[in-house]
């Protein structure tokens, strides 16, 4: 079983950035497609941004804001995010891009003016 731990959420003004970190046991990160996702309160769980071998996606409203990478090191799933907007509030969560493994607690992101 993989542990997803995320962080790096908080409270943010529009237009401010947050980076996201996401932590996983074992080589989870480095082996699999990964992708994080978000729930806003009362919607479903959406895809944000997804990272393979070669290639990232974005869901069309995170386009140009959101970057998704891995840092090989650690290894650490990341996202940053810039010009934030009030509807990217959300708990951000990460996981494979299928889904493979249980979820975390995910990380609170809230933008706010």
């Known amino acids: 079983q993989v542990n997803f731990v995320e962080s790096g959420g908080g409270l943010v003004h529009p237009g401010e950035s947050l980076r996201l970190s996401c932590a996983a046991s074992?080589?989870?990160?480095?082996?699999?497609?990964m992708a994080w996702f978000r729930q806003a309160s009362g919607k479903q769980r959406q895809l944000v941004a997804t990272?393979?071998?070669?290639?990232?996606t974005y869901e069309d409203s995170v386009k140009g804001r959101f970057t998704i990478s891995r840092d090989a090191s650690k290894p650490t799933l990341l996202l940053q995010m810039n010009n934030l907007k009030p509807e990217d509030t959300a708990v951000y969560y990460c996981?494979?891009?299928?889904?493979?493994?249980?979820w975390g607690q995910g990380t609170q992101v809230t933008v706010s003016s």
């Open positions: 990272i393979s071998a070669t290639t990232t």
């Open positions: 996981n494979t891009l299928t889904q493979m493994f249980d």
């Open positions: 074992g080589n989870t990160i480095a082996k699999y497609a």
